[in-house]
């Protein structure tokens, strides 16, 4: 098998099996245990491991981006509930705050890159601050980048912490984070990215058009410069926020007799935007 694929969650798991029996993503195994419950020794033979799986974004977004099944890669999207400002404040002291539980498993491993995202809050950058130092102390390279989904083509904010570790053993083939030859990410983005990738936002809304979209129309505006996009075609579901936010068409009826609809808007809501994480993928590829 080329994956392992960790994923608490039994729907999440079962979506998984079933993104990988219709070749979705890369081939491989789901596991469905507590992260804390998985050895090092158990991951020999995965070339890919991604953890906090999800319904499998990472690796859906890896192909996007155009690295292989085959091209060594962890990932991971630690639990954003203690650190989100919607979540409880919990923070460190949360028991979903399971970055020791992963962190052990990329000490004693020591994968050549390591792809991860966080929720972009104060608290999110306490948390980045720990990993970085972590990850540093086990002799990675670290460099972390603050994405709106909105620089990407989404007509929704979702601010992310998207971040890179390199090994010393892959920086010594040659291979080099662009901070280390100070490259800002921006200018690979637009040397080398796709179409996608160039509109890049940050999070002061640094892109015009991903400025609209940040402060426009209840968040319901397309980019003004991307035509038609794999959101063209969207629904658009009216939160109790007063926000409405774009589901994959035919989501509705929300009722008794449509089945594996809340399911399916609950994996997406815990998902990346993969057009946003191939675009950071592939501008590390460029460096």
Not at 163 to 184: D, K, M, N, T, Y
Not at 212 to 240: E, I, M, T, V
Not at 272 to 283: P, S
């Amino acid at each position: 098998m080329t994956a392992y694929y960790n994923e608490i969650d039994p729907k999440a798991a079962a979506w998984l099996r079933e993104l990988i029996k219709v070749g979705a993503i890369a081939p491989g195994d789901v596991d469905e245990r507590d992260i804390r419950d998985v050895r090092p020794a158990e991951l020999d033979g995965f070339t890919q491991c991604h953890f906090f799986a999800g319904i499998g974004v990472w690796s859906y977004a890896l192909r996007l981006a155009g690295w292989s099944d085959t091209e060594p890669v962890w990932t991971g999207s630690c639990p954003c509930q203690p650190f989100s400002a919607a979540g409880k404040g919990g923070g460190f002291d949360d028991e979903r705050h399971l970055w020791p539980a992963w962190f052990h498993l990329i000490e004693e491993r020591r994968p050549a890159v390591v792809f991860g995202e966080q929720v972009a809050s104060p608290d999110g950058l306490k948390w980045l601050d720990l990993v970085q130092t972590d990850l540093e102390a086990t002799d990675h390279a670290f460099a972390p980048f603050d994405l709106c989904a909105a620089g990407f083509g989404a007509p929704h904010i979702r601010q992310r912490l998207y971040w890179v570790a390199e090994s010393s053993s892959q920086r010594l083939e040659g291979q080099r984070l662009c901070v280390l030859e100070g490259r800002p990410l921006e200018a690979v983005l637009e040397a080398g990215g796709s179409s996608e990738a160039r509109r890049l936002a940050n999070a002061d809304g640094g892109n015009a058009c991903a400025e609209g979209l940040q402060r426009g129309w209840q968040q319901r505006q397309l980019p003004q410069d991307s035509g038609a996009s794999f959101w063209s075609d969207c629904d658009w579901l009216y939160c109790r926020d007063d926000k409405y936010r774009p589901v994959e068409p035919g989501s509705f009826p929300l009722a008794h007799g449509a089945p594996a609809r809340v399911g399916r808007l609950r994996g997406y809501g815990n998902g990346l935007v993969a057009q946003q994480a191939a675009a950071f993928i592939e501008a590390y590829k460029h460096c």
